[in-house]
């Protein structure tokens, strides 16, 4: 006897749930508030008007808006996923015009058409979720003091000195208040991360790898959901867009493999910021990167084979359930 699947696409903003019920082909469409107990209210009632049947729920990553629906399903039973908005948008071909009740009714859809090839994603919990939270306001407070030191360094060429100063004391007196916010910040993402076992033991091991600092020890806690959602080193390093992919077309298309544009650019850079890191440590990946510069290899091949050798060794470390040790002998 087939199974029977009810197929639930949600469009998430910030007030409301787009809402598409695809049933045998029968589209039912509706609005709902986006909150707990409206969401929690929706999914009893399609419980039991679908009673015994499989229901599958497909949304895009919207975030924090996401955290209402996260929290009514986790319990439930039901199998969610979250589907990267970047891959639906490629799956979609040639479109035209978008509304949320449409964007709904293409999320379910993807999800009846490619539902074999894919796994229910694992919901973070609350302990991600908070960690989350405070490392993004941390990147706005950082992004808001850099916006200001410009702004202080620019001032320097009006032609008004006296006002120029007063603003410049006033903007270093924000500043000053900015960075103290900063620290309160790590201070309790610190906290946060000692008072969870399993997120302080992995944050440990990560941060045992050799160019692996705190920043990028967070990002990848938080990118790869504790390494439960991505453990495997390929996946990761494909993930942060460090993988060079062929590209060739027959005998007249060929060129250099290259890294892809489809990648976290936030954690691309973090990686990229450990390999220059690495290469002003003494230890065996700046030997190599000294040995294949000497040998005429272009640096910045050289660095992204840094940025993958330091996802391999994290994902190692994470794998292996132990602290990084120092290789003595590197190809």
């Known amino acids: 006897m087939k199974e029977k699947k009810v197929i639930v696409g949600i469009d998430v903003s910030k007030l409301t749930l787009d809402i598409c019920v695809l049933v045998d082909g029968e589209i039912e469409s509706l609005v709902i508030e986006n909150g707990k107990t409206p969401i929690g209210r929706f999914f009893t009632k399609l419980g039991k008007k679908h009673n015994g049947a499989r229901i599958l729920v497909a949304m895009e990553n919207t975030g924090l808006y996401n955290w209402n629906l996260y929290s009514a399903v986790e319990q439930s039973g039901i199998d969610v996923y979250v589907i990267n908005a970047l891959h639906l948008k490629k799956s979609m071909g040639l479109v035209r015009g978008k509304n949320d009740r449409v964007d709904a009714v293409r ?56 006002l120029s100063k ?18 309160a910040v790590e201070k309790t993402i610190n906290e946060l991360i000692n008072s969870c076992q399993e997120m302080d033991h992995k944050f440990k091991l990560v941060t045992s790898v050799p160019g692996v600092g705190k920043v990028l020890g967070w990002e990848l806690l938080i990118k790869t959901d ?5 453990s495997d080193p390929r996946k990761l390093a494909c993930y942060a ?20 544009v489809y990648a976290d650019r936030a954690l691309k850079k973090l990686l990229h910021m450990a390999a220059l890191r690495v290469i002003q440590l003494d230890g065996d990946l700046q030997k190599y990167y000294l040995r294949k510069v000497a040998e ?9 084979a840094l940025r993958n050798k330091i996802v391999a060794r994290v994902s190692s470390a994470i794998n292996n359930n132990r602290m990084y040790q120092q290789n003595l002998v590197m190809s």
């Open 107 to 162: 999320i379910a859809t993807f999800l009846q058409l490619n539902q074999q090839d894919m796994s229910p994603s694992l919901l973070p919990d609350k302990s991600m979720r908070k960690l989350k939270l405070l490392v993004t306001h941390r990147k706005r407070l950082i992004k808001t003091r850099t916006s200001l030191r410009v702004s202080a360094k620019e001032l320097s060429m009006f032609k008004d000195p006296e």
């Open 241 to 260: 867009g460090v993988v060079p992919f062929e590209f060739s077309s027959g005998t007249s298309v060929l060129r250099k493999p290259r890294v892809s």
């Open 296 to 304: 005429g290899k272009n640096k910045m091949s050289v660095i992204n």
């Open 226 to 230: 504790l390494f439960r959602a991505i």
């Open 166 to 183: 007063s603003v410049q004391a006033s903007t270093k007196k924000v500043v000053t208040q900015i960075e103290k916010e900063i620290l």
